[in-house]
């Protein structure tokens, strides 16, 4: 997938301590991700016999990352300098996973792979992952800037590395879905000690002909700790719906994200969203 693209986003605050005041930014661009992330990407299945299946997914975004810069899922670009100086983007891995699937039993995934929220809360969005301009999703992910205020916020990081996921076959329509993961982040040069990551979810979907609910919730917790008395916790849930009435195809999405750091300093956010799909021409 290659996407280049233009957009003027503008973003305006007003804050209430004090006295009140304004701050409008306007950023106009062009380049990588407006409407899809730039992508390459492999996935396989190999059927096993017996209404067995092994699947894998290998897929990199080709965002030219840079120093200090994000990548268009929301996910934070990394950059690494030689020992000359000079900076080179590293590709960002979005899945990394291999997994079995059973026809009776379902499917279990090893790797880094999406958190079952993404699936979740993109059902509910008329323009599902895609980089809408306006839509909820389009916000980079802020649980790292507690002090972030943003009319658009995606509550949630699309992808979770070394995640255990296992999602239930359908019966009489639904499907459930668990995950865990637990990994470390290592500190520069070995200036700082391991940051500790760790992540537990669940959803549950249903469909009943042309309707389809989803829920889900999240608990992640951020240690560092080690070095600074760092953490953060992190509760999230979502509910979404989507319903097909033919020519329109109506959508909705509601989620709490509530983030809470080792300084007592907390951001709660309630983010909804509704749309519809229909034809033009």
Do not use: C
Request: proline share 1%.
């Amino acid at each position: 997938v290659l996407d280049i693209g233009y957009s003027d986003v503008k973003n305006e605050t007003t804050s209430t301590a004090g006295a009140v005041t304004s701050a409008k930014i306007s950023n106009t661009g062009n380049g990588d991700g407006s409407l899809a992330t730039s992508r390459l990407g492999f996935r396989g299945t190999e059927d096993l016999g017996g209404g067995r299946k092994a699947n894998f997914q290998l897929e990199y975004d080709l965002t030219d990352a840079g120093t200090g810069s994000t990548r268009a899922d929301g996910q934070s670009a990394s950059a690494t300098t030689s020992a000359a100086g000079t900076t080179y983007a590293n590709w960002g891995a979005r899945y990394s996973w291999v997994g079995l699937e059973d026809a009776k039993l379902g499917q279990l995934r090893l790797g880094q792979q999406e958190t079952t929220m993404h699936s979740v809360f993109t059902a509910g969005l008329a323009g599902a992952a895609n980089n809408a301009i306006g839509s909820v999703y389009s916000a980079h992910d802020t649980v790292n800037s507690i002090s972030d205020n943003s009319a658009t916020i995606r509550p949630y990081s699309v992808f979770v590395s070394r995640a255990i996921t296992y999602i239930s076959p359908v019966m009489s329509g639904v499907r459930f879905e668990v995950q865990s993961a637990a990994y470390n982040t290592s500190g520069a040069s070995g200036a700082v000690a391991d940051i500790r990551n760790s992540l537990n979810a669940a959803s549950l979907k249903y469909s009943f002909g042309k309707l389809n609910l989803a829920a889900a919730v999240q608990s992640s917790k951020t240690d560092g700790s080690a070095t600074a008395n760092d953490v953060t916790d992190r509760d999230t849930t979502a509910v979404s719906a989507n319903y097909n009435f033919g020519v329109v195809r109506a959508f909705a999405v509601y989620a709490e994200d509530k983030v809470s750091n080792f300084g007592g300093t907390t951001r709660d956010s309630k983010t909804t969203e509704i749309g519809l799909q229909l034809p033009m021409g």
